[in-house]
């Protein structure tokens, strides 16, 4: 793991002779916002003008936008939503009874750096019904824009016993694996029981 300017922690840098691999696309889902919150900054435990956070596990996800030569993507489009820690979706066509949680923003839209990164704080989703006999796994939307390309995917979270029978993340089949982010201890500017999850993103 490797450190970047302003505290920003990487997975370790590939090398230009290593082609990577195209991240596998996931479906969109029907959760997508209707309405975006007009709080769309990139810490979604806590929305403008409240004091108390969000229920939930806070995580710090974190990582880069590359192409498949390992060069950063920038200026590139990442918007991201998600269930709340009850597993409910801010969203009129959500049916699940699980409760809503007034102080999750439960959406964001970032911008990657000059070289290629995006970091946001959230919080760990909760699995949550697709149907009365199925079971949703944990995990996050991501829909990303860049000049040349566009990727809707997922990201989903490690030991999750809901993943290996889950059936978007198996469509991804050998690569579903690729889809699952790595979570780490904290660094120490942040939250002593929080997580850190470092996942890379490769278009192209």
Do not use: C
Not at 79 to 90: D, F, K, L
């Amino acid at each position: 793991m490797s450190v970047a300017a302003g505290g920003l922690v990487l997975s370790p840098p590939v090398s230009l002779a290593q082609a990577l691999t195209r991240t596998p696309p996931q479906v969109m889902g029907p959760f997508y916002p209707d309405t975006k919150p007009l709080d769309q900054d990139a810490d979604l435990t806590v929305i403008e003008g409240r004091t108390a956070r969000a229920a939930g596990q806070v995580l710090h996800i974190m990582g880069r936008l590359l192409d498949r030569n390992a060069r950063p993507i920038v200026d590139a489009h990442i918007e991201i939503w998600q269930a709340n820690t009850h597993g409910r979706y801010s969203h009129p066509r959500d049916r699940n009874p699980a409760p809503l949680d007034p102080n999750f923003q439960g959406y964001t839209s970032l911008t990657t750096d000059s070289e290629g990164r995006y970091r946001f704080k959230t919080i760990k989703p909760g699995a949550y019904p697709q149907s009365a006999e199925i079971m949703r796994p944990p995990h996050i939307h991501f829909e990303i824009a860049s000049k040349r390309d566009h990727l809707v995917t997922q990201m989903y979270f490690p030991d999750e016993p809901l993943n290996e029978n889950d059936i978007f993340l198996r469509r991804a089949g050998a690569d579903a694996k690729r889809l699952i982010v790595s979570l780490q201890a904290p660094t120490p500017e942040m939250e002593p029981d929080s997580k850190l999850g470092v996942w890379d993103i490769v278009l192209g």
